[in-house]
């Protein structure tokens, strides 16, 4: 299991930008897909962007896509999630995650998550 540590999160205003991070522990974390998860209390944890072990497949949630951008390093043990154009609805504790498969986007898949960091919008 590999430990996952997010950082980048704030209070911003609506049309901002943040980028958040995520630092995997093992460099081992290359062969794992990686993805990005949003929960706001009291309801399910919800699917944000996935990007494959080799990084030549992403996929986003229609409520972020054109907005939002998932990559990794070379390395394949660090997640950035580029968040542009941020409305109040993205309000949320976001996670990183990691899957033994290649590539996948249902939370059930992720075996190691990361504490969370929490992303506020205000209007």
């Known amino acids: 299991q590999v430990q996952l540590g997010e950082s980048g999160g704030g209070s911003v205003q609506a049309g901002d930008s943040l980028r958040l991070s995520c630092v995997a522990s093992?460099?081992?974390?290359?062969?794992?897909?990686m993805g990005w998860f949003r929960q706001v209390q009291g309801k399910e944890r919800e699917f944000v962007a996935a990007i494959s072990r080799n990084a030549n497949m992403t996929d986003y949630a229609n409520s972020v896509k054109d907005r939002f951008t998932i990559s990794r390093n070379d390395l394949g043990n660090t997640l950035h999630l580029q968040m542009n154009s941020l409305k109040p609805e993205d309000t949320a504790v976001y996670y990183c995650a990691a899957t033994l498969k290649p590539y996948s986007v249902s939370a059930a898949d992720f075996h190691s998550w990361g504490q969370g960091t929490q992303v506020t919008v205000s209007s």
């Open positions: 093992r460099r081992s974390s290359a062969h794992y897909g």
